[in-house]
């Protein structure tokens, strides 16, 4: 089993593009999450799935969207990339709400 | 809405020394504790849980962490930390259908 994935690993964008994180968890978990990484802030959630068909904003949902294709599959879009967006993003999935949650390897954006 | 504290941002140990990070959560109720672990430039791993039961709770490589109700406190502890220990460690816990993480604490052990 790949666990969580995460593509790409590396991007660098300029300011006003846009892009789409890839996250992909083949343990036939229910819920999925994203999570933005800075120095000294710890994980924040920025959007998560508690179930498919079903998303919920979290500490820092503004200038995100998500997409909960189907049971594996939750996608992090960026619409219009803003310097402070520069961060280390994760990607995380469990079986239930209130279960451990496994981690992807991360996405490290850099906006210019 | 829960928050987590971790009061030790960063933590420098000589190899053998013991360990113990800080973490304390903002109310009470049922609670759903972790510790989770992130190794330079890797992704976090669980280190351990607390969902009920036994107070003290074993993970893996050697950590234990004890929750205290009174005190809001799920604490993490080694007695003898290794190099190979270097890492930023969160506390997490749950807040109805997410998990809630605390700032993080940076641990450098020194041979």
């Known amino acids: 089993n790949a666990g969580v994935t995460q593509t790409p690993k590396f991007q660098v964008l300029k300011t006003g593009q846009s892009m789409t994180l890839q996250c992909a968890q083949d343990?036939?978990?229910?819920?999925m999450y994203w999570y933005r990484q800075d120095p000294g802030m710890g994980l924040r959630l920025i959007y998560y799935?508690?179930?498919?068909?079903?998303?919920d904003k979290g500490e820092v949902p503004n200038g995100y969207n998500v997409s909960r294709l189907n049971k594996r599959e939750f996608s992090l879009r960026l619409e219009s990339a803003a310097p402070s967006q520069t961060s280390v993003y994760f990607c995380?999935?469990?079986?239930?709400?209130?279960?451990?949650?496994?981690f992807g390897p991360g996405t490290r954006l850099t906006v210019l | 809405a829960q928050s987590v504290s971790q009061h030790n941002h960063h933590v420098i140990l000589s190899e053998a020394a013991s360990l113990e990070l800080g973490c304390n959560y903002s109310?009470?109720?049922?609670?759903?504790l972790f510790w989770y672990v992130q190794y330079p430039g890797q992704h976090l791993q669980l280190l351990l849980k607390?969902?009920?039961?036994?107070?003290l709770v074993k993970g893996i490589k050697g950590f234990e962490a004890e929750f205290i109700k009174s005190k809001f406190s799920f604490n993490l502890r080694k007695p003898s930390v290794q190099w190979s220990d270097t890492a930023e460690y969160f506390c997490?816990?749950?807040?109805?259908?997410?998990?809630?993480f605390g700032t993080g604490t940076r641990l450098q052990v020194f041979p």
């Open positions: 995380a999935s469990s079986v239930g709400t209130s279960n451990e949650q496994f």
């Open positions: 343990m036939n978990h229910n819920s």
């Open positions: 799935s508690a179930s498919e068909g079903t998303t």
């Open positions: 109310y009470g109720g049922t609670v759903n």
């Open positions: 607390y969902f009920s039961g036994d107070p």
């Open positions: 997490a816990c749950r807040d109805t259908d997410k998990l809630i």
